[in-house]
């Protein structure tokens, strides 16, 4: 089955660190771009960061930049957001998508909540 | 950083066509995407390429672009379309989200 499987979420205190997960399944997983985008409670969709397949081309969100990194582990056809210096503001369910770079952003997983708050 | 600007809200009787603009300076060089997204659900892609239309997203879903603007309409709405639009971007250094439609059916 084509999907996509984020965990990692939780409660974490502001300044605090979290590393998100995206597990694929089903596609070919270095042929497609990849992204993170969020949702904080009761708002609209927010795009945080975009890798393109192969890894060239990297962009992040200002919101984000210089905080989170996005990577790919191939062998273990893998997303991660490793999310550092973390903001109250950062609460929202994040998910991970499938495309861009040129292709349709066709896949999305179910979204893992992170709560920012001490 | 770019912008897209959406109506907050549209509503329409069931049968009846809903239309859900999108307008912002980037859209006349880069192609819109479409996400609908129900209450407690992930978004779903139900127009990319402006125009284009994924498998299994019903006919009655379609995409114009018009330079600036460009328009998700939605031919004989039915209930079950009840839920928020987004309308996605990109450029070659940003992605950006309208800031979503809420569409009434009833």
């Known amino acids: 089955e084509v999907q996509l499987v984020e965990s990692g979420g939780g409660l974490v205190k502001p300044g605090g660190s979290v590393r998100l997960s995206c597990a694929a399944s089903?596609?070919?997983?270095?042929?497609?771009?990849m992204n993170w985008v969020r949702q904080a409670p009761g708002r609209g969709l927010e795009w945080v960061s975009s890798?393109?397949?192969?890894?060239?081309?990297?962009h992040y969100a200002d919101s984000v930049k210089g905080r989170f990194a996005i990577s790919r582990d191939s062998a273990k056809n893998s997303l991660h957001l490793q999310m550092n210096s973390l903001r109250t503001e950062d609460t929202a369910v994040y998910y991970c998508?499938?495309?861009?770079?040129?292709?349709?952003?066709?896949?999305w997983g179910q979204g893992t909540l992170v709560t920012v708050s001490s | 950083s770019h912008e897209l600007t959406q109506p907050s809200s549209v509503s329409v009787s069931p049968g009846q066509t809903a239309t859900i603009t999108c307008s912002g300076d980037?859209?006349?060089?880069?192609?819109v995407r479409w996400f609908q997204q129900k209450p407690g659900q992930a978004p779903v892609l139900v127009i990319y390429?402006?125009?284009e239309r994924p498998s299994g997203i019903p006919e009655r879903f379609s995409g114009s672009n018009s330079g600036t603007t460009v328009t998700l309409t939605i031919s004989g709405a039915q209930v079950e379309d009840e839920a928020d639009y987004y309308c996605?971007?990109?450029?070659?250094?940003?992605?950006?989200f309208g800031g979503g439609t809420k569409l009434t059916v009833l």
């Open positions: 998508m499938r495309g861009g770079y040129g292709d349709p952003e066709d896949l």
């Open positions: 089903g596609f070919t997983f270095n042929s497609y771009g």
């Open positions: 890798l393109s397949s192969g890894d060239v081309y990297i």
């Open positions: 980037v859209l006349g060089k880069k192609s």
């Open positions: 390429r402006d125009t």
């Open positions: 996605y971007s990109a450029t070659d250094n940003n992605r950006v």
